[in-house]
């Protein structure tokens, strides 16, 4: 093996090497007992052809392959099924830019062109994102790559919408939309982000026809009033009451407004008067039908006023509000300005402010399917991880309205719907389908597309070839788990198990879990514009796959967002240059042995049956922990083992006997036994490196001929638990860090050899640590190790119930160590009163950053804990 740790020069190699041998595919066995093997199916959430993988899908990515390697170890017929996404909004845009960049605009192309043009860019991008998957090493089928307009794909989205047309669940029809002027689309209530906006609230009069009377409404969107049509006050309200039989006129236009009594009118709020403008609010459009009022358009799809604004027409929407403002002041309307801090929706793709139009879209009736979804999350059906989201889910879903499916883009699956000359539509699956039922072939198609959630939803069973009664829709759904974002769980998650209860009478999957954000170092969210995106392939580079992959998940603490470290991700290159080694180490040891594919513990000695003990609970735990989706805890577990327990102690106790000083049964077996098996419990995290080391153990053949994803997983050996002995060489480990941590600190050099006394009070331990002596003196490099009471002059100590003391002729070794310790104490208690004079400044406490005032408390309890356990030590020393 080369001493070098070197990441690049096999991840990309190995990745090759398991697809070309067809390693990523379902494997259809049996059970060990003639049955066929269980499936496990998880769907990656398609990425947009947009770009690049960001470090949320590289989290995710990583999660999705450490379950689907886990599930294909323990022998189930496991498909982690990839594929991307159309993306219509952003992929259409990013296309548009490209175009302006050449002079040339979406119209003047033409929609075929422009299509070619996308269908090109898909190409170019779709193949960066296979290769950034196979650089984090998933093990996806991409035999069964899939796209959301795919031609089969496709035929599963029109037959979805023809169906639930049919059902009277889809409709064409008039209704108040978020319109997004920039993209000149309707966008769903989803994709509209609210953000407070300094703005200001403008209280206008409104004469009263025929008299000298004037009534007070107040709005934040002066430019609307164009569009009134009304004025609405609350029923039991009597101020006003005697209006209902009269009109007010409205300013600058002169139209005759109506008043009408709604019971959505506030009484307590500003005048108790609303001005309704049925075109360009949500409210004042229900209020509006409720009481037949007109709807006047005023602003335009692109922003600008309408031809309905007169002299106003053309501008665009906020100049005029400006124009109005100053126009309502010169003629006496407007009463009075206030500063307002309010909500403005935005739209997400844009970021330009909505505008709320009246427009004629197909809208999806979901509060049926909305119910199941609740209740299969009541019902436990669906498990949400963490459940602290279910709140949420029950929030959204109870309050949801009806869904805007089409799109005014040319990019997406086109609404299946063809128009006669007469106007009237036909849905169907086809256009041959439609000229049947329209009894015509001089029909149009729709010119919009469907909302890009709308073939999503279906994404889980439309991959698996329904509608059709496939094979692979037999054997692998419903899929077993999704693992996504939070930020997407109801543009998607909920949207799919609506679909998936509605179309196929079953959830999609039985666990949702849902990761938190990747922000930079400093907490904040990575974003293009503040420059603070990184790319994972960077951190592939520097680190390694298997660091990043590792790190990722051992950070993917439920309901936590995680700060990128880089201190932690070299950690982790660190962590898997110590396994390196460590099996550099027992491959320059263990000469003719090979992995035993059984052990007896009751032969070993006592370091063997104790790591057997140790890797058999890890086992047991880092399972657990997978099962529950505890990732987090699973890696925790690994960590410790690999590097505690078998590098800093295993091998360690092994060295007595590879160096000749020592002997015991079956060490170089049970050493190539355990860290094969640890190996395999680590692949599902770290597979590239678990994959190089584990291909050179002598007898890996036994385990598998080809590969160790292939291998099984390893479980608790019968008969390696053994709780006594664990804590027994729980006490000479302890033993020896102590001794070792003494000769340190009293400055005892390599060359010298001390006497230790031990004095243990339990006879049972007693006679069992004697045995260990020889283990003791070898790794605490000691002259002798005795029984008995230490002479005058002696370090003692008490660890684990046992008496020690460490002895030096000549020295004073007790007095030496009160002194260090009386001296150590002196600094760290000036440390603590300059901290308690900081912290008792309140001048400090109220101006200092909050994380400097924190860091000031958290290193006064880390003294005031060291100067504790300095005490103890002391009074040790003294006895």
């Known amino acids: 093996m080369d001493k070098q740790f070197d990441p690049q020069s096999y991840e990309a190699d190995w990745q090759r090497r398991w697809a070309q041998a067809g390693h990523f595919k379902p494997s259809p066995g049996n059970d060990g007992e003639g049955e066929p093997a269980p499936s496990f199916c998880i769907m990656i959430p398609p990425p947009n052809i947009t770009g690049k993988l960001h470090m949320g899908h590289a989290l995710q990515s990583s999660l999705q392959d450490l379950l689907t390697r886990w599930r294909r170890m323990r022998g189930e017929n496991s498909l982690w099924l990839p ?18 960049s050449e002079g040339v605009s979406r119209q003047e192309l033409g929609r075929e062109k422009f299509l070619e043009r996308v269908w090109s860019w898909k190409e170019e991008y779709q193949g960066n994102i296979r290769r950034q998957l196979d650089q984090l090493g998933a093990s996806c089928d991409w035999s069964r790559e899939r796209f959301t307009l795919d031609e089969e794909l496709s035929k599963a989205v029109r037959h979805a919408f023809v169906t639930l047309y049919r059902e009277g669940l889809i409709s064409r029809d008039d209704y108040m939309v978020n319109w997004s002027p920039k993209l000149n689309t309707a966008v769903s209530d989803l994709e509209v982000e609210m953000r407070t906006v300094q703005g200001k609230l403008y209280h206008l009069a409104y004469p009263i026809e025929g008299s000298d009377e004037r009534v007070v409404v107040a709005t934040t969107r002066p430019e609307t009033m164009l569009g009134d049509t009304g004025i609405a006050l609350h029923p039991e309200d009597e101020r006003y009451r005697h209006l209902l039989e009269k009109h007010a006129i409205l300013p600058l236009v002169g139209r005759k407004l109506r008043f009408v009594a709604d019971e959505v009118v506030d009484l307590e709020f500003g005048t108790g008067l609303v001005k309704v403008t049925p075109a360009h609010d949500p409210n004042d ?52 300005v206030e500063e307002h801090t309010h909500n403005v929706g935005h739209c997400q793709r844009s970021e330009v402010p909505i505008e709320p139009l009246v427009s004629t879209q197909w809208f999806c009736d979901v509060s049926t399917m909305a119910q199941r979804a609740l209740e299969a999350v009541r019902d436990g059906e669906l498990k949400l991880v963490p459940d602290l989201w279910g709140k949420t889910w029950e929030h959204w879903l109870a309050n949801i309205k009806p869904w805007c499916v089409s799109r005014q883009l040319w990019w997406g699956h086109r609404i299946p719907a063809w128009y006669n000359e007469a106007g009237e539509f036909f849905v169907a699956e086809s256009e041959e389908e439609a000229q049947r ?7 149009t198609q729709d010119a919009d597309v469907l909302d890009t959630w709308f073939s999503s939803g279906l994404w889980p069973f439309s991959t698996l070839g329904w509608p059709r009664d496939s094979a692979d829709l037999k054997s692998f759904y419903p899929t077993d788990i999704l693992i996504t974002g939070y930020d997407i769980l109801f543009f998607w998650v909920a949207r799919m198990t609506m679909f998936g209860l509605h179309f196929t009478d079953q959830v999609p999957f039985h ?7 990747i922000r930079a170092a400093d907490g904040q969210k990575m974003s293009k514009t503040k420059g603070n995106v990184v790319d994972p392939a960077v951190l592939v580079e520097e680190y390694g796959a298997d660091a990043l992959r590792f790190y990722l998940t051992s950070m993917d603490t439920p309901g936590r967002d995680i700060n990128l470290n880089a201190e932690q991700l070299a950690g982790y290159r660190a962590f898997g240059n110590k396994i390196w080694n460590a099996t550099r180490f027992v491959l320059s040891k263990v000469g003719e042995a090979t992995i035993a594919t059984e052990l007896d513990a009751a032969r070993l000695g006592a370091p063997e049956r104790w790591i057997l003990s140790r890797l058999a609970t890890t086992a047991d735990e880092v399972d657990g922990h997978f099962k529950s989706f505890r990732f987090d805890e699973a890696c925790n577990r690994l960590y410790h083992f690999f590097w505690h327990e078998l590098c800093d102690w295993y091998l360690e106790l092994t060295k007595p006997v590879f160096s000749g000083e020592a002997q015991r049964p079956l060490v170089a077996e ?46 608790a050996e019968a008969g390696w638990r053994d709780a006594e002995v664990e804590k027994r060489m729980g006490v000479v480990i302890d033993l020896i860090s102590r001794v070792r941590t003494m000769r340190a600190d009293l400055g005892i050099t390599p060359k010298e050899r001390p006497r230790l006394f031990l004095s243990v009070e339990e006879e049972s331990l007693g006679s069992w640590v004697e045995e260990q002596f020889p283990l003791i003196r070898f790794l605490c490099r000691l002259g002798d190790v005795e029984s008995g009471t230490a002479p005058a002059g002696a370090s003692t100590d008490l660890v684990s119930g046992v008496r020690l003391g460490l002895f030096v002729p000549g020295r004073d070794l007790a007095a030496e160590e009160r002194k260090r310790l009386e001296a150590e104490i002196g600094k760290i208690e000036g440390e603590i009163r300059g901290i308690h004079g900081r912290l008792g400044n ?10 400097v005032v924190e860091g000031n408390r958290t290193r006064l309890a880390e003294l005031e804990k060291r100067r504790d356990n300095i005490l103890t030590g002391l009074e040790a020393v003294a006895r």
């Open 83 to 100: 594929g991307t996404d159309h993306a219509g909004i952003a992929t259409q845009m990013m296309v548009e830019r490209q175009l302006v």
């Open 285 to 336: 459009f229900e209020i509006g039908r409720r009481h037949d009022l007109p709807q006047i358009q005023v602003i335009s799809p692109d922003g600008t006023m309408s031809e309905a604004a007169g002299e106003f027409a053309g501008l665009d929407r906020f100049e005029a509000r400006k124009q109005i403002v100053e126009r309502l002041q010169a003629e006496g309307y407007l009463v009075k």
């Open 437 to 443: 039922l329209a009894g015509t072939s001089q029909l």
């Open 511 to 517: 666990t949702v879990h849902l990761t938190q954000l």
């Open 670 to 715: 049970v050493v190539l036994s355990v860290l094969d098996r640890s190996l395999r419990l680590l692949h599902p995290v770290m597979p590239f490196l678990t994959e190089e080391l584990w291909q050179r153990l002598p007898g890996h053949a036994s385990i598998h001929p080809t590969t160790i994803m292939l291998a099984p997983y390893p479980t």
């Open 842 to 851: 309140t001048a400090f406490v109220s101006k200092a950053p909050e994380h």
